[in-house]
């Protein structure tokens, strides 16, 4: 498995591929913090005898901080290491995690982050394969099919929720169910807290040989997860540092829209001006620097046209003469 980076407008995208297939995901946007940063702020709250606090940055960003010392005070400068970038969902938004720590400020990318873990990365200017768009699109569906049945996910407040639903008999379906459930898992960036609702098996039997299967399928994937259940539910926890392309398709459509639609329009090769059409929601989020990164990328004029009849996911992008 070999990971590729694309430096996208608006965002770093990663894919790691196996047999011509992305098999992971990884995606950072430039307005977010990100795990392993670290950032300078101030103390503004903490509860007595407790070593969590809260910290906002000088931007007025606000941080949740662990593993404070006992002689930080309210009102005191700190440097915070970033463990989980905050997680947008609908309504609100969790706060980033962060911790003490030492040294200046600094910004990893995601190309050093993935090599400081021993993976083998390169820098590209395309991916070298396709199915990035099909990736993004089973985001924004949240249903991943395979013969006899699907997948559906449902990010809540709590954890990602996972429900299989199928024509097979129970027992098949979760057995069929289990190779494109930890495939999901890996492709859309999945961590966190995940319940996966199984069809209920009555047989003691047919449980194990899932919840052996599913061991097996999740192997080389870092996780704690609970036996099946009588009613046919399994939870599994891994660790959580960056929203997942699901979340982002949930909870903020619209941007991962337009980061899509600008990957888009870089890859038009027919000669003339670039001309976006896109739903006025997902117009709105585009601003103006990154049509300039556009135009500087392509050498081209870019024009931006609303289309309310189009889905937020169903913009496009073509060449025009001017």
């Not at 993935?114 to 249903?143: C, D, K, M, T």
């Amino acid at each position: 498995m070999e990971w590729f980076i694309e430096n996208g407008i608006g965002e770093e995208r990663a894919i790691a591929v196996a047999g011509g297939q992305i098999v992971a995901s990884a995606v950072i946007w430039p307005e977010e913090f990100i795990a392993g940063e670290v950032v300078k702020a101030t103390l503004v709250s903490r509860r007595a005898g407790s070593a969590r606090g809260t910290a906002r940055t000088d931007n007025a960003r606000e941080i949740l901080v662990d593993r404070l010392p006992k002689d930080a005070r309210e009102g005191a400068p700190l440097h915070l290491q970033i463990t989980r970038a905050g997680i947008a969902e609908t309504g609100r938004v969790k706060l980033p995690h962060s911790r003490p720590a030492n040294g200046p400020a600094m910004r990893p990318t995601l190309l050093q982050t993935l090599r400081s873990r021993g993976y083998q990365v390169q820098q590209v200017h395309r991916f070298p394969v396709s199915g990035w768009n099909e990736v993004i699109g089973e985001a924004f569906s949240r249903e991943v099919t395979f013969p006899g049945g699907a997948l559906q996910f449902a990010p809540t407040a709590a954890m990602m929720l996972i429900d299989i639903d199928g024509t097979l008999p129970p027992a098949a379906l979760a057995q069929a169910a289990i190779t494109p459930l930890a495939e999901s898992v890996r492709r859309f960036d999945l961590g966190g807290s995940i319940g996966i609702d199984f069809p209920t098996l009555p047989a003691k039997a047919e449980r194990k040989a899932v919840d052996s299967a599913l061991g097996d399928a999740l192997q080389d994937w870092q996780h704690e997860r609970t036996g099946m259940n009588g009613f046919g539910f399994v939870q599994l926890v891994a660790r959580l540092e960056r929203p997942s392309l699901l979340h982002r398709a949930a909870s903020q459509p619209a941007r991962l829209a337009a980061r899509l639609l600008l990957r888009q329009a870089e890859m038009v090769e027919s000669p003339g001006a670039l001309l976006l059409t896109a739903h006025p929601e997902v117009i709105a989020v585009i601003p103006r620097a990154w049509q300039d990164e556009l135009s500087r990328r392509s050498g081209r004029q870019v024009q931006l046209k609303s289309d309310p009849a189009l889905a937020l996911e169903g913009a496009f992008a073509q060449s025009v003469v001017i």
